[in-house]
């Protein structure tokens, strides 16, 4: 009987993954993170834990705002720190957040005219036109624009330009004539749906349901609801036109 000796081979070496990595600094000390990460997940992949600062990490609250410097650049570069890409050399630090003044006021007491814009902003004469608000926002909005239409009295404009608005804060940071461009739009956009807009009707209808307990029993039966089914009323949810004044269904579990 004749044996045939078996071939031995040299057993494959598991082939690792290389994980591509770029160096980052972070308040003066080295981290090499994955390449890829926003600001935010490569602070995280570094070992920060951020418990301030940060919200939705959709680019919706604004509550990220950071400042930045890339390698060979002495220039701070300002975004959210949910949305910038990190690249190799960055230089990031912890800042303070932007404080603006905020005026307080009743709305209902208030005209919506230029005045009441000047009024409570009067540094609006102050803007040079320098467009820096604008560069800077995260939201891509015409920010100078609408600080323009603030001083002309066009809130409708002026509501409607600055209607994205995230409340960031980074148009202040940049502004040397120091206006606070996020209050602005929101003082605007309040006048503008109290004293402008006319009122809908379907609105107020479902506010009177509510007081009135109408959903209760319905709300209690959502908050027993599993996750799937939830999730099944709401993609099916009625969304309200933005045209019309469109009467609303009783609720999506149509109780009439
Ligand atoms: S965490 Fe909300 S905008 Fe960045």
Redesign the pocket.
């Known amino acids: 009987m004749a044996l045939q000796q078996k071939k031995l081979t040299k057993p494959k070496k598991k082939e690792v993954p290389l994980i591509e990595t770029v160096r980052i600094s972070i308040m003066g000390k080295n981290h090499d993170v994955p390449t890829g990460l926003t600001i ?1 997940k490569a602070m995280e992949s570094a070992g920060y834990r951020l418990v301030r600062g ?11 705002a950071t400042v930045y410097r890339k390698a060979g650049d002495f220039r701070l570069q300002v975004g ?4 910038t890409g990190i690249e190799d050399g960055m230089f990031l630090a912890q800042i303070p957040f932007y404080p603006a003044p905020k005026p307080v006021y009743n709305i209902h007491e208030l005209s919506a005219s230029a005045e009441t814009m000047f009024r409570f902003f009067p540094e609006l004469v102050r803007c040079i036109q320098c467009n820096t608000c604008a560069k800077v926002c995260p939201q891509g909005l015409e920010v100078m624009r609408y600080i323009a239409a603030a001083q002309q009295g066009d809130l409708k404009r002026l509501a409607e330009l600055s209607f994205d608005c ?1 409340s ?1 804060g980074l148009c202040v940071s940049r502004c040397p004539a120091e206006i606070a461009h996020y209050h602005v739009g929101m003082l605007a956009r309040r006048l503008y749906g109290s004293h402008v807009l006319p009122k809908a009707a379907h609105l107020h209808t479902r506010l009177e349901e509510i007081k009135t307990g109408y959903f209760e029993e319905e709300l209690d039966k959502f908050c027993r609801m599993d996750k799937a089914t939830l999730q099944r009323f709401y993609s099916q949810r009625v969304i309200e036109s933005e045209e019309e004044d469109v009467p609303l269904r009783k609720s999506n579990g149509d109780k009439d």
């Open positions: 935010l940060v919200g939705c990490r959709g680019g919706f609250c604004g509550a990220c959210l720190a949910c949305q995230i960031c």
